[in-house]
């Protein structure tokens, strides 16, 4: 059988595969040189090449080539011991798979730091290989490293390699489990000064005390390209939720990373995950990269010696950190939860669950629902949701982005002895701003809105302690020592608050683009060229067992409440219900006037602001910002945007030995399927958006009648293909 599997690079697999009798034995060809690499030939030259590696024999600089797919037929009894399996016997060598796979690989040895096909990995090259079958790797050595294709990596290079299969049968997955920080990957478990490109894993991950991804676990200056995970990474459900911190493509991206052009669509469950990056440090870069999988962090009482003590970060491209993103899509839901004693605050946000130092964002979309709830006996605890940032601290800028899904967050409780005040936050753009300097810019909300907190015993009263809910189109809350600014942004979604507190006083808090704000002594809330078209609504309430207690409700077209601020071409419509007067009241007739997009342009230097369409508008005719003439999705460079067309070429046809493949105008990444007659899968490969022709060889198949399907552009093309 022929099967490749590269991207931008045509490989030929023999069909034959070798299995391990355990033993190790030399190879007979090559020299090891660029041009002649020695070739590993059977299971027992690559037994052979470890053995070579981790007695200390140099690698540095040779070659190496596959030249068959290798099964380890891993058991108990016959385990693989990594290629450089200490920091003294690294790898560091250039090894090219060949587009063969290794399958059926086991390491369930505590012995190993660095666990992985390879091991340890210094100045090396891995390329072209595949971790198939029933390989699991199972290590609980104390801060270990693991990865399907390389546990530990120190300027490696890693390209068109991949992990396979599913956690029921422990094929391809990663199971890790000890009582310290370990760092797990589909690909690398950590890495610094890597690259990594065109790899995918699409095995199961399953954590107890970890760093995970799909791709790498853990580094410092990691580039990523052009990656994508499928698996599905979760904690186990036996330990703390101590240190966990997941996601997609990496479990904690590090500092000085760059990731782009990848896509996650495996559900992440971790008390920090990320679509993409659960976290991630000081100058690191997401461009272009889309996560359509579930994000669920979730942390509760635990009773061994690591109990709970973290707040909760999900989001549907980073869960928690520093980060420049661009040009990113979410589509899964997001959700946060915290249900333990000793349990901080639950962090949700569509693009970002929480920003830290500097979080700049622009481009961004969310489609998916995010929701952040905290149900405690005790502590105070509260929920921060954004359609693209939950929470944050520090300098946070969002530029040009949108959410359209529904926006939620829930505090409640059970004991008021035991608690100080409870708050929600939910924000269309941000939850709450109160720790950041914000500045936000062209962005909009068409989502609901939610923010609910609520106790039920009235059995105990406190003057100290008070429920707030806090919900706005923009913004949830502004109440901050740092200047807040929200300029060109509008909301066409409901925003409603509830606050239900039977202990002391309840807030509730709602705006159009603002739900509540302060800008005190050394910031100032500066909110212009904006406006609301939908309805806003505060409830609350107190027990009446409580004379004193009191009930605080405050919505506003613009804002529910502001203090210290300046307000400036701002407008909501009359139906709305605002009850305050911050902004200028308008007509929806008059709103959807050419000259009330001369209102909301008055000042600036220049227009963003224009009419919605008129054959298919896209905000009911209401006026639209500028970015989004160029695509209504708001995003012009995701996934969403690209053609849905396609096309391409096989010559000649009927074929003997080789045929030309063309395609034309190719901008994601494509999958080309071969299939026989009877429907069996021949060929597999993956092609790189800059080809524009390759020639494929087809000498390991039987004459007869073949279908080959192309997938990429968000469209599929079939063609037939004779071979005589």
């Given amino acids: 059988m022929l099967i490749l599997v590269a991207m931008g690079v045509t490989f030929t697999v023999q069909a034959r595969t070798d299995v391990w009798d355990g033993t190790a034995v030399a190879w007979t060809r090559g020299d090891g040189t660029q041009t002649n690499p020695y070739l590993i030939e059977t299971a027992e030259n690559l037994a052979y090449l470890a053995a070579k590696v981790n007695n200390g024999v140099a690698s540095y600089g040779i070659y190496y080539k596959l030249t068959a797919d290798i099964d380890l037929a891993g058991s108990k009894s016959l385990q693989w011991t990594p290629i450089g399996y200490t920091i003294n016997t690294a790898f560091a060598g250039n090894f090219d798979g060949n587009g063969h796979t290794i399958s059926n690989l086991v390491i369930e040895s505590s012995s190993f730091k660095y666990a992985g096909l390879f091991g340890y990995a210094y100045n090396a090259t891995i390329a072209t290989i595949g971790v198939t079958g029933h390989s699991s790797i199972i290590n609980t050595c104390v801060a270990g490293y693991c990865g399907a294709i390389l546990g530990y990596g120190t300027r490696v290079t890693i390209s068109a390699c991949y992990n396979t299969g599913n956690l029921a049968d422990f094929s391809g997955s990663i199971n890790y489990s000890n009582n310290y920080v370990s760092y797990v990957g589909g690909i ?25 991804g799909g791709i790498y676990g853990y580094g410092t200056n990691v580039t990523v390209s052009t990656c994508y995970n499928t698996g599905t990474i979760s904690k186990s459900s036996t330990l703390s939720d101590y240190y966990i911190t997941s996601g997609g493509i990496a479990g904690n991206a590090g500092t000085t990373a760059t990731l782009s052009n990848c896509y996650n669509t ?19 870069t997401i461009v272009n990269c889309k996560n359509t999988g579930n994000i669920v962090a979730s942390s509760s009482e635990y009773s061994g010696s690591y109990s709970a003590t973290y707040s909760c970060h999900s989001g549907g491209i980073l869960g928690n950190g520093t980060a420049t993103i661009s040009d990113c899509t979410n589509e899964g839901s997001v959700s946060s939860s915290s249900s333990a004693s000793n349990t901080y605050d639950s962090h949700s946000g569509g693009i970002a669950g929480y920003g830290g130092g500097s979080l700049i964002i622009s481009n961004c979309k969310n489609t998916g629902s995010v929701s ?4 405690f006996y005790q502590n105070a605890n509260c929920s921060y949701s954004g359609g693209i940032v939950g929470d944050g601290s520090g300098t946070i800028t969002i530029s040009n982005s949108l959410n359209t899904a529904t926006i939620s967050s829930y505090s409640s409780s059970t004991n008021c002895n035991k608690l100080s005040s409870r708050c929600s936050y939910s924000g269309g753009i941000i939850g709450n701003g109160q720790e950041a300097a914000l500045a936000i810019s062209e962005c909009y909300n068409t989502g609901k809105i939610d923010a609910y907190s609520y106790l039920d015993n009235d059995s105990y009263y406190s003057p100290s302690l008070h429920s707030y809910a806090y919900s706005g189109g923009i913004a949830g809350n502004g109440d901050s020592s740092y200047p807040i600014t929200i300029l060109n942004c509008y909301n066409a979604g409901t925003i409603t608050s509830y606050s239900y507190f039977f202990c002391s006083s309840s807030y509730a808090y709602s705006g159009g683009i603002i739900g509540y704000g302060n800008g005190h002594t050394k910031g100032l809330i500066t909110i212009a060229n904006c406006y609301n078209i939908e309805h806003i609504a505060s409830v609350s309430a107190s027990s009446p067992a409580y004379p004193s207690s009191s009930d605080y409700a405050y919505s506003g077209g613009m804002a529910g409440y502001i203090a210290n601020y300046q307000l400036t071409d701002c407008y909501f419509s009359t139906n ?4 305050n007067s911050y902004g200028l009241s308008m007509e929806n007739s008059e709103m959807r006037l050419s000259s009330f997009v001369d209102a909301l342009n008055n000042g600036l230097s220049k227009a963003v602001w224009k009419m919605d ?53 190719l901008i994601t990444n494509a999958y080309l399927t071969m299939y026989d007659i009877n429907g069996k899968e021949v060929l597999n490969l993956l092609i790189n958006p800059t080809e524009k022709a390759r020639e494929l060889d087809l000498s390991g198949l039987s004459e007869g009648l073949y279908m080959i399907k192309l997938a990429g552009n968000n469209a599929k093309s079939i063609a037939k293909l004779m071979i005589r």
């Fill in 188 to 212: 690398v478990g950590y890495g610094e000064d890597i690259t990594v490109s065109n790899c995918y894993n699409t095995g199961n991950i399953t954590t107890y005390i970890s760093t995970s």
């Fill in 266 to 284: 495996g559900n992440i469950m971790a008390p920090c995950g990320g679509g993409i990056a659960g976290s991630s440090g000081t100058g690191s």
């Fill in 372 to 375: 952040a709830s905290t149900s």
């Fill in 576 to 579: 709305c219900g605002s009850e």
């Fill in 613 to 665: 369409f008129d054959e298919h508008p896209v905000n009911n005719g209401f006026p639209i910002l500028i970015w989004q003439e160029a695509n209504i999705t708001g995003i012009t460079t995701t996934k969403d945007s690209r053609p849905s067309t396609l096309s391409f070429k096989i010559y000649p046809n009927p074929a003997e030995k080789t045929i030309t493949f063309e395609v034309e105008d």
